[in-house]
């Protein structure tokens, strides 16, 4: 158990049984030391990253009422799985199958953090997720990935999850994607026309993927391209790591600024209370504050 915060808990590893996947789910959970009815916001992090990433994102919004879960994914760097193993072709669903699973195991992950047991509410849940993270937290909001022949795949939504996050997510497949992406990656071919559930897009005005042979634009294909209440936030000058959202003194973090991190986290923090809190005025004071900004580092549009 780490102290990060007077007002901040943080526990890893919290290990969740899972059979098949090769090895246990480790996870980290952060929470306010004090607080009942915590909702919870299970964050996806990017390719190769590991629940010790996005401190940023995750201390921020523990110690502002969430309790936040970080499993670490198969891809990740701290596993070292070789490019050969035979679960590489579908750690894409691998991913989708941790989040669900750190889902059924609240209940385990709750006892392991000292003084949260019952506390979590665990009626309001949340996923969010950067870049390759973003698309595997939309697949529980109803995004699915095409088949070769464009079929839409299965539906792997999840009913418990009431809002999103999805950060610097990758947009549509197909023609969008360079030859690379396309012969290496195919399951970055979705389809967000079934991705209802309320979400909001964070999206950099100058972040270029070298997977796409679009521009900044391609990331916000989840906002233009889902139906039901969305938002988009669009930040000015921001690339892949949006500021530098991944950690501190991060050296992917070509883009590093405090005040844009800053942002970030306020907005996202609010989007997510507000979403889970039917009437709640943070998401609405929040996008009120950014448009009397007379230096804005980014703008709201849409829900």
Known sequence: MTTLDPAIVSVKPVVLPAPGRGEDLRVRVSAPATGQALPVVVFSHGFGWSMDGYAPLADYWAA???????????????????????????????????????????????????????????????????????????????????????????????????????LATPGLGGADLTPFAAEHFPFMNPDFTGMTTPALVVAGDHDRSPLSVRGPDWFTDPYTLSPGPKSLLTLFGAEHSLGGIVGHDVAETTDADPARVALVQRLTWAYLRSALHPGDPAWAAARAELARDPGPRGRVEGA
């Open 64 to 166: 502002h009422g969430f309790a936040v879960v970080q499993p670490t994914h198969l891809d990740s760097r701290t596993l070292g799985l070789a490019p050969d193993d035979p679960r590489t072709p579908s750690i894409w669903r691998t991913r989708v199958e941790d989040l669900k699973r750190a889902l059924d195991g609240l209940g385990r992950l709750e006892a392991a953090v000292p003084g949260l047991g019952g506390r979590l509410d665990q009626g309001k849940i949340a996923v969010a997720g950067h870049s390759w993270g973003g698309q595997t937290a939309s697949m529980l909001l109803g995004a699915r990935v095409l088949g070769p022949g464009g079929e839409p795949g299965e539906d792997l939504s999840d009913p418990r999850v009431g809002a999103g996050v999805l």
